[in-house]
């Protein structure tokens, strides 16, 4: 998971956070994660268990020791992202640094994705990792879109389509074992996302405050071709 670097010739030592997760991961599957205690992860990582519980509230969270931060470098990437750009486009990027995240070590990507598929408390948790990029992602569109009288729904909505296409990406990528290009299944995704909600998701409806509209009473039973040549007359003569 992690390698240890060189500083003046002698090896750096990794972070206790990353030691501890190692510890545990590797336990997690010489043992399974029920076999595996608290007590076993703080044996292997050669600290006390106060450390442990420093920080990782529980197993769980041991699985995954770079959410968090992940979490963090979305919420950063969206407070940042200039309002000039499309919104869609900006959390369809914010998205991809959780792939960037997987992507930088296959391998143990690829073992966790294996891990939590057979540990239905492990999946739970994922889940819950997951509705946090997702919240994360809706609360930056409802700011976009804060002025938009269905703005808030659009958000829950459009950030529900991008964690799902990301996802369903990712998993793909993760289920072949990590071969291939991780970006480009996940880009593929997205693209979709692109094509449904961006720019036009945006615009403002029909009706707005600089636009005129023209309104029509026509006597009922007026044949449609009557009603169509009075319409196309009103517009011309706008």
Not at 26 to 33: I, V
Not at 139 to 149: D, N, T, V
């Amino acid at each position: 998971m992690s390698e240890a670097r060189e500083v003046n010739g002698s090896p750096k030592k990794a972070p206790m956070r990353e030691v501890l997760a190692e510890a545990a991961f590797q336990l997690y599957l010489e043992r399974g994660f029920e076999r595996t205690t608290v007590d076993d992860i703080v044996a292997r990582a050669g600290v006390g268990r106060r450390s442990f519980f420093r920080y990782f509230p529980s197993k769980e969270d041991a699985v995954f020791p770079d959410h968090e931060s992940c979490v963090a470098d979305m919420t950063a990437f969206l407070d940042a992202a200039s309002d000039e750009r499309d919104a869609v486009d900006v959390v369809c990027d914010g998205a991809r640094i959780v792939l960037r995240m997987y992507a930088a070590n296959p391998e143990f990507s690829v073992q966790r994705y294996r891990l939590t598929r057979e540990v239905p408390g492990l999946r739970t948790y994922e889940l819950s990792v997951v509705r946090r990029y997702e919240r994360t992602l809706a609360g930056y569109l409802r700011r976009r879109w804060a002025s938009e009288p269905d703005g808030a729904l659009r958000a829950e909505v459009v950030a529900a389509s991008v964690v799902a296409a990301h996802n369903n990406g990712l998993r793909s990528w993760l289920r072949s074992g990590g071969e291939g290009d991780a970006e480009v299944a996940v880009d593929d995704a997205l693209a979709l996302v692109r094509q449904v909600w961006g720019g036009a998701a945006q615009r403002p409806a029909a009706g707005g405050p600089d636009e005129e509209v023209v309104v029509m009473v026509a006597p009922k039973g007026a044949p449609m071709w009557r009603v169509i040549q009075q319409v196309e007359s009103a517009l011309r003569d706008d």
